[in-house]
């Protein structure tokens, strides 16, 4: 008998070596003794050698042999041991003979294993600790029933990059300086784990996502098991919450039913005109006490610069940065405007910036607010307060960047790489030209330095045009 001895936890890179000598040598299943740590005192150990030749076997087998070994059943590699030599011995597509016992049990554990990943991408909870050199570091204490701590590793580090963290286990550990990944032994739970500031913040971010009306406590313990909840500060309020639910059902179905509000822009637009403001600074109030024509936006960001200016600039609509700042152009793009500008010899602090739609319209993803085009519908509802907005500055030239200005002042899509230069306008004499964000948007040095310098000759133009 044949003894095959590898290390605690996890050791596929051991049991791949090992599957090689033994293949190579044609060694049977019931030839050989698997054993996990210190060496067997029965037959004898598997002496030194280089690997054997390599191995094929089909995908599924290998994925599934990297999740079962980390199962902590101590059969386990001597049933994927009899698993590959069945596959080399003609049987390639055993995995698909779901009713074989072996194939049953391995199937069995590798679900086992993949939960238990699961629940630990799911319940483990960092606290925050001072770390050695005065700064935060982040601590978790977890339990997972099998030897998962170096597969769950890579979903750490790629969702907490930017933390210094430790994850604690009994199974071993993990620790993560921003830089490099440290695998360590069994740890025992740090008494240093008190409840910090972000077990309330776990608490109130629950709470709000409980819903009553579906409480289930039979799925709530199957989904999320009690061996867990120490470990979890919003599970404080699990007992609250579930006393509380029938009384706030009761409550949700004696209220009166609210019907939504039906979003009508054209009738919003119509009553803003009827106020007839007389003055921009009129205007521009109206349009602060309005509401956002466009999804997701949140202020409105107003025109900028003297009555009376000699050009006008219009845009497509204000970026992120503008709607934090509440001025227009002051963005990535509104920064390389401004250096064309420069360039062209034109005062910015002249000219009368401003914007055919005048929310930001974005969708959240995380913590980013991603820019979404305003549709032509939008744009026509914009129509009426850019038009009024521009007669009270009474420019003698307005510039249209992008095709989305030109068509607000057009009233038609216009095709501005083809026909950029001067355009009347509906009223006001007019030049089409790019807006900023196509040049930050061209792949090569060379091309966005020919369209840069295409896009300052345009201002010139304009400007003598103006």
Not at 201 to 227: D, I
Not at 340 to 354: C, F, K, M, S, V
């Amino acid at each position: 008998m044949l003894t095959i001895t590898l290390r605690e936890g996890a050791d596929l890179g051991g049991f791949r070596q090992a599957v090689r000598r033994l293949a190579a040598a044609r060694t049977a299943p019931d030839e050989v003794l698997w054993s996990v740590g210190a060496p067997s005192l029965f037959g004898d150990e598997a002496p030194p050698s280089e690997d054997g030749a390599p191995v094929f076997l089909p995908q599924a087998v290998g994925r599934l042999i990297e999740t079962v070994v980390c199962h902590s059943d101590p059969e386990r590699y001597a049933l994927l041991h009899r698993l590959v030599w069945r596959v080399l011995n003609g049987e390639r597509a055993l995995l698909d003979q779901h009713a074989d016992p072996l194939v049953h049990r391995l199937e069995r554990l590798d679900k086992a294993v993949r939960r238990d990943i699961h629940k630990m991408h799911a319940f483990l909870r960092f606290r925050a600790l001072p770390g050695p050199d005065g700064g935060e570091r982040y601590v978790a204490w977890f339990e997972p029933d099998h030897h998962i701590v170096e597969a769950v590793a890579p979903f750490f580090v790629e969702r907490f990059e930017s933390m210094v963290w430790t994850i604690l286990t009994p199974k071993g550990s993990l620790h993560w300086d921003r830089q490099r990944l440290m695998t360590g032994p069994p740890a025992e739970r740090p008494d240093s784990l008190a409840d910090d500031r972000f077990a309330e913040g776990w608490q109130r971010y629950y709470e709000s996502t409980f819903n009553p009306a579906r409480v289930n406590p039979t799925a709530m313990r199957a989904e999320m098991p009690r061996k867990y909840w120490a470990n979890m500060p919003e599970t404080a309020a699990i007992p609250a919450m579930v006393r509380s639910a029938p009384t706030r059902v009761q409550a949700m179905l004696e209220a009166e039913a609210a019907v939504p509000r039906r979003r009508m822009p054209e009738k919003a637009v119509a009553a803003m005109a009827r106020q007839a403001p007389e003055s921009l600074a009129e205007l521009n109030r109206l349009i602060r006490r309005s509401e956002p024509l466009v999804p997701g936006a949140t202020r409105a960001v107003l025109g900028e610069g003297p009555e009376g200016a000699a050009i006008a600039i219009v845009g497509e609509q204000p970026g992120d940065q503008e709607d934090r700042d509440g001025r227009p152009f002051v963005g990535p793009a509104g920064q390389l405007l401004t250096a064309a500008l420069e360039e062209a010899g034109i005062d910015r602090g002249g000219l009368y910036l401003t914007n055919a739609v005048k929310h930001f319209k974005f969708i959240q993803r995380g913590k980013r607010r991603i820019h979404q085009s305003p549709t032509a519908g939008e744009v026509k509802h914009y129509r009426w307060w850019l038009m009024t907005e521009l007669g009270f500055v009474r420019p003698r030239l307005v510039v249209a960047l992008g095709a989305t200005a030109a068509l607000a002042l057009s009233g038609r899509p216009v095709a501005v790489l083809r026909e950029r230069g001067p355009m009347a306008f509906d009223g006001w004499s007019g030049f089409v030209t790019v807006h900023p964000s196509y040049l930050l948007r061209l792949p090569g040095d060379e091309e966005r330095r020919r369209a840069q310098a295409a896009f300052v000759a345009d201002l010139r133009r304009a400007a003598a045009l103006a």
